[in-house]
């Protein structure tokens, strides 16, 4: 396929029915380690897709989030494979990890899992340009994002939006006043025509992969039509977290083995101050309880 002006390459090989199960080949992993992201349609049938949404309006998913919270702004329902064993076996399913293998090693842990769901409300849902690494840093950078569409991404809607090549930036700022807000403050990457901006578009069923330092946002939903994600984000076995939470599913072994070593490569670590009794989170417990349970299965 041949790739348009400022859109990314597309790939359609995969299906969770298919016996074969495909990684990725040189170039495509050469292309996310340059561009800090890739995109797939076809990872999961739409037969599946049906069947997650079905399972997003389960009542313990629906009472992650208020009414008024779902039509006014976008939502991350977090924790949701300890909540249904649907997304249990798609965090692990071999369609996709296969694909992260070799960006991340073979041992595999997830950091946290989240529905996303943009409002049907039209003109509201913008989520600010970010790094995911300034909300939970670690010892190492090798983290990375898979977005599974529940419905198509498309620039009406809010599809993510990213900066070609920002993983190599480091850590850009997040903070106003010494506090951490959840907003890179350094504008010029995704508003200086010297930077290049892509629309990630996978159609339901279709994943994107990003690096936990990709710089990326979302703007409005001009649909009418919710628009509405499965995020998983993993890490390396080696990859200690910093700051941040602790949620039931982080530390979730999805693949290979834990092997208690920890790789410390990043040199000095800024980490998010958000205020309170505990400004820098509760991830000094490192384990989740839901995934205590399953790693012991």
């Known amino acids: 396929m041949i790739r348009e002006q400022g859109k990314p390459k597309i790939r359609g090989r995969v299906n969770m029915h298919n016996e074969q199960v495909v990684g990725l080949t040189d170039s495509e992993i050469q292309e996310y380690w340059q ?24 009542p313990q998913i629906l009472a992650l989030r208020s009414q008024q919270d779902y039509e006014t702004k976008t939502v991350h329902a977090l924790g949701i494979t300890s909540l249904h064993p649907i997304f249990l076996k798609l965090a692990k399913h071999p369609a996709i990890v296969e694909k992260i293998k ?29 790094q995911d690494y300034a909300f939970y840093p670690h010892t190492n950078t090798d983290l990375l994002s898979v977005m599974i569409m ?30 951490f807000v ?22 339901a069923g279709g994943i994107s992969i990003h690096h ?20 998983f984000s993993y890490r390396s ?20 083995s834990n092997h208690g070593v920890v790789r410390c ?6 980490l998010p101050n958000r205020g309170g009794d505990t400004p820098f989170g509760s991830i000094w ?9 399953e790693n012991k299965k």
């Open 35 to 58: 561009d800090g992201f890739l995109v797939f349609n076809d990872i999961i049938s739409q037969e599946e897709v049906e069947e997650l949404r079905q399972a997003c309006e389960k």
């Open 102 to 130: 070799p960006l991340l090693g073979p041992d595999i842990q997830l950091q946290h899992s989240k529905l996303a769901t943009k409002p049907p409300s039209r003109g509201v849902g913008v989520f600010p340009w970010h």
């Open 150 to 179: 529940l419905d198509d991404a498309t620039p009406e809607n809010g599809c993510m939006s990213m900066t070609k090549g920002s993983h190599k930036l480091g850590i850009l700022n997040h903070e106003v006043n010494g506090r």
């Open 182 to 203: 959840a907003a890179c403050q350094e504008s010029k990457y995704w508003t200086n025509p010297a930077y290049e901006v892509v629309d990630i578009t996978p159609r």
């Open 212 to 231: 936990a330092l990709t710089l990326h946002g979302s703007e409005a939903n001009l649909s009418g039509k919710p628009r509405r994600g499965i995020v």
């Open 237 to 256: 076995d080696d990859a200690q977290q910093l700051a941040d939470n602790t949620f039931d599913d982080t530390g979730l072994l999805i693949c290979g």
């Open 265 to 270: 490569d990043v040199g000095l670590v800024k």
């Open 285 to 293: 417990n490192q384990i989740g309880s839901f995934a205590a349970v």
